[in-house]
């Protein structure tokens, strides 16, 4: 029974490996079944061995089976063999059969690629990429992969760098790209890169067709919109104002030169505000050359920094609207009005020389001719500016019979145009047919032609006729000169004298025609120079030194006075002469010595006159001073209150009395000042003076004499300082006086402008007022003392006003100056030099 089941179990097994077929993967169930009946085989052996057949009986079923369960594992083992030795060689041929359908979708593909003009780089890791498929021939880029790789070899650079960064970015980021690549020909390339998996492959395609003009105009936009870039920040960084304006007129983009010119806080503000560069009568004429032409240039002014400059201004019209640049020539303006300030300069001055110039090109043309070659030749100015050539030029003078005809005219042109060719200047002289002589000089010029002075020697060899003449009457003229004249030359002999010097000193005609030495002219004269006690005085032998020496500096005139032995009085001259020669002069002034010594004799009379005037004039003042501040101080006491009321005409009296009284002392005090002055004892008190102060007690001195003629007075001390070293008292005199002279003169209803100003080192007060002027023979006349000018004034003063202005600045070490215009007015002006102090001041 055990072993029935048992064969079952090994059926079942064997039915199961037959179910499982021949694949690997029943290998190991077929086998552990196997093992499993070989267990029960054995595992039913000793069970039946106690049963009641006994061991015996049981022993060769066993056995039997064993074998057929080796048989039949030994079978199973064949079969699944064979079946897996099939199913091998099936899996083998199918295989096959996909392997050759690959590569012929792998050929298939890549001659796609390669048909389809596009080529495939293939970067797999860090090695050599691969590359597949090939380019048109006609795009020129190079079939080998090395030199295809290179890419910077057949493309621009900018274009390669962008690549390689943009391949970078694919292999190390998987970043895709795409880019249009234009070649150095024009041509176009696109270049797009992906990943594929762990690949990352970079394809390169011809663009054509619409894509080729897109990507054109793709990178026709890109260039463009560099260019604009560029141009933007061009016309930023350029130094002319540049604009543009809509259909409208409105300003839509400026550069930084025109907001700087127009004093706007940037471009965007000048575009905001709408500040215009130009006025709207230069922009409505521009806009009208636009409508008309469709652009405009000229040159027009506009207002930059406060000042007004010329701009060349360009304008046209766009599509958009217009644009506009000024470009400003203000510079080129002054230079240009200089070089024709210049030219036109040299032309007036070459047309005042007497000298006839003119300059011809280098054929031989006329560009230039002063007016002194005009009359040389009695030109006409109509045929001149025609621009004739040299030689048509002698050849009219030739027909004109001005030049001679001597010469052929080809000879003549040979020398004109050997002239031209010279490399060094020419010379030469020629002889017109009415007897003048010119010396021609050509010049030839760097650049091609050559200038022409034409000198007329007509008169030079006249004056050198004349001067031969001339030099025989002035010898025959010098011998009835009242002067004795000798000339000596340079070895200190004898060349020229007149009978003057041979009478004057007693000399023969037999010694002056040895012509001798200047030694020997003290023997033989017939007088002597008298020595001057004490002194070491003129002789002889002082004029054989200027003769004779031979001085290492300039020579110089040398004059003086001698005496002779009789008793007249000479006065000597030495003069250098050229080539060392030298000249003596004598002229008798004894006769002028005596009338100089009477002279001498009357100017102390007149002196001693002038000493006893001041000493009576200073006494007599200071004798009057007393009285007159008697009267002065009774004038006081009566207008009290003790001495009682006065009437009306008593106060008329005493106003009358006071203002004779203090004028009369002013007058005195003025003569006291001057007479002081003249006997040098006048010390100045000086000290740091108030300005402000000096000026005020002046203007109050004489506010009453103001209101009373209704006249304004003007002060003006802002550019004068705080103070400065002088007479503080004289100062204020200074100014009295000034103001009450503008006072007296200035009309009614006038402004008097009193005028305190400090520059270069120097206080200078000035008064001008709007009186009727001073003539300029009255000027130096004002100052004299007593000298009144009546014309004009309200009253005529004792006349020491200016006088004593004069001498108090004067004190200062200052200076007064007059100022009177055509229609009037007089301005004085008192100068004072500041001390070192004052100047450090000023400076702080």
């Known amino acids: 029974m055990r072993t029935r089941e048992s064969v079952q179990r090994v059926g079942r097994g064997i039915r199961s490996m037959k179910a499982c077929g021949t694949g690997l993967g029943c290998i190991a169930p077929t086998r552990a079944a196997g093992l499993v009946l070989l267990g029960l085989a054995l595992g039913g052996g000793p069970a039946q061995a106690q049963g009641t057949d006994g061991p015996v009986a049981a022993e060769p079923l066993l056995y039997l089976a064993l074998v057929a369960l080796t048989i039949g594992a030994a079978m ?40 389809d003009h596009q080529r495939l780089v293939v970067y797999a890791g860090p090695g050599a990429p691969d590359i597949v498929g090939t380019l048109p021939k006609n795009l020129g880029v190079p079939a080998d992969p090395a030199a295809f790789l290179a890419f910077s070899t057949w493309m621009d650079a900018d274009e390669a760098r962008r690549l390689d960064a943009a391949v970078a970015q694919l292999r190390s980021r998987a970043e895709p790209f795409r880019l249009e690549i234009e070649r150095p020909d024009g041509r176009l390339i696109e270049a797009s890169g992906r990943t594929v998996g762990a690949l990352a492959t970079v394809r390169f395609t011809p663009l054509s067709g619409l894509r080729e003009e897109l990507a054109a105009l793709k990178v026709e936009h890109a260039r463009t919109n560099g260019m604009i870039e560029t141009m933007q920040a061009l016309f930023d960084a350029a130094p002319v104002p540049m604009w543009v304006r809509d259909e409208d007129e409105r300003l839509i983009w400026v550069n930084d030169a025109y907001a700087k010119a127009v004093d706007a806080s940037g471009v965007t503000g000048a575009v905001t505000s709408q500040v215009e560069f130009l006025n709207e009568h230069d922009r409505a004429r521009i806009a009208a050359s636009r409508r008309q032409a469709g652009h405009f240039s000229d040159r027009l002014s ?25 470009v400003d020539i203000s510079d080129a303006e002054a230079i240009r009005r200089e070089l024709d300030e210049t030219v036109r300069s040299h032309s007036e001055t070459l047309d005042q020389l007497t000298t006839a110039i003119a300059r011809f090109d280098d054929k031989t043309r006329l560009l230039y001719h002063n007016a002194a070659f005009a009359r040389l030749f009695d030109l006409s100015t109509t045929y001149l500016e025609t621009a004739p050539d040299h030689i048509g030029i002698l050849d009219q003078l030739r027909s004109r019979g001005i030049l001679p005809d001597d010469r052929p005219l080809r000879d003549v042109k040979a020398d004109i145009l050997a002239a031209h060719r010279a490399t060094q200047p020419t010379e030469a002289l020629w002889h017109l047919t009415d007897g003048r002589t010119l010396r021609v000089f050509a010049s030839p010029e760097p650049r091609g032609g050559a200038s022409w002075v034409f000198e007329d020697l007509t008169e030079k060899l006249a004056l050198e006729s004349r001067l031969n003449s001339l030099v025989r009457l002035q010898g025959e003229t010098l011998d009835y000169l009242r002067e004795g004249v000798a000339v000596f030359g340079q070895d200190g002999r004898l060349r020229l004298s007149n009978p003057i010097f041979a009478d004057l000193w007693g000399l023969s005609a037999e010694f002056l025609q040895a012509k001798p030495h200047i030694r020997s002219f003290a023997a033989t004269a017939d007088v002597s120079i008298r020595a001057v006690q004490g002194e070491a005085g003129p002789s002889w032998a002082t004029f054989a030194h200027a003769v004779t020496a031979f001085d290492e500096g300039a020579r110089e005139a040398e004059s003086g006075e001698i005496e002779l032995s009789d008793g007249r009085v000479q006065a000597y001259g030495v003069v250098p002469l050229p080539n060392g020669q030298t000249m003596l002069t004598f002229t008798d002034i004894s006769d002028a010595r005596e009338a100089e010594r009477m002279l001498r004799e009357r100017n102390e009379a007149l002196e001693n006159a002038a000493r006893l005037k001041s000493d009576f004039v200073q006494h007599v003042n200071y004798e009057l001073r007393s009285p007159l501040t008697n009267i002065i101080g009774f004038s006081a006491l009566l207008r009290s209150a003790e001495t009682g009321p006065l009437n009306d005409r008593q106060s008329e009296y005493l106003d009358y009395i006071g203002t004779s009284t203090s004028s009369l002392l002013t007058i005195v005090n003025d003569i006291l000042d001057l007479a ?35 006249i304004i007075l003007n002060i003006d001390i802002t550019r004068a300082g705080s103070a400065f070293r002088a007479d503080g008292h004289r100062v204020t005199q200074i100014l009295f006086n000034l103001l009450s002279n503008a006072a007296n003169f200035a009309p009614a209803g006038s402004v008097v402008n009193l005028k305190a100003v400090r520059a270069n080192g120097e206080m200078i007060f000035s008064v001008a007022d709007g009186g009727p002027g001073i003539a300029p023979n009255e ?11 009546p014309s004009g004034g309200r009253q005529s003063g004792a006349g020491l006003g200016l006088s004593i202005v004069r001498s108090f600045v004067e004190l200062h070490g200052g200076r007064v100056e007059i100022q009177s215009g055509p229609k009037g007015g007089t301005t004085v002006l008192c100068r004072f030099p500041l001390a070192r102090d004052d100047q450090d001041l000023a400076a702080e």
């Open 76 to 115: 199973i083992t064949a079969v699944w063999l064979i079946r897996q030795q099939a199913a091998t060689a099936e899996e083998n041929t199918r295989l096959r059969a996909e392997l050759a359908d690959a590569l012929t979708e792998a050929d298939r593909r890549a001659g796609l690629l390669a048909d």
């Open 302 to 326: 506009a207002v930059v920094e406060a000042d007004r400059r010329n701009f060349h201004v360009v304008d046209a019209s766009g599509p958009f609207g217009s644009a506009g640049l000024g």
């Open 676 to 710: 002081t002055i003249d006997a040098g004892i006048m010390d100045l008190d000086l000290t740091d003076v108030d300005v402000s102060g000096t000026v005020g007690h002046a203007a109050d001195a004489v506010r009453d004499r103001f209101r009373e003629n209704d």
């Open 779 to 789: 000027v130096a006349r004002l100052f004299e003392r007593f000298e009144t000018n």
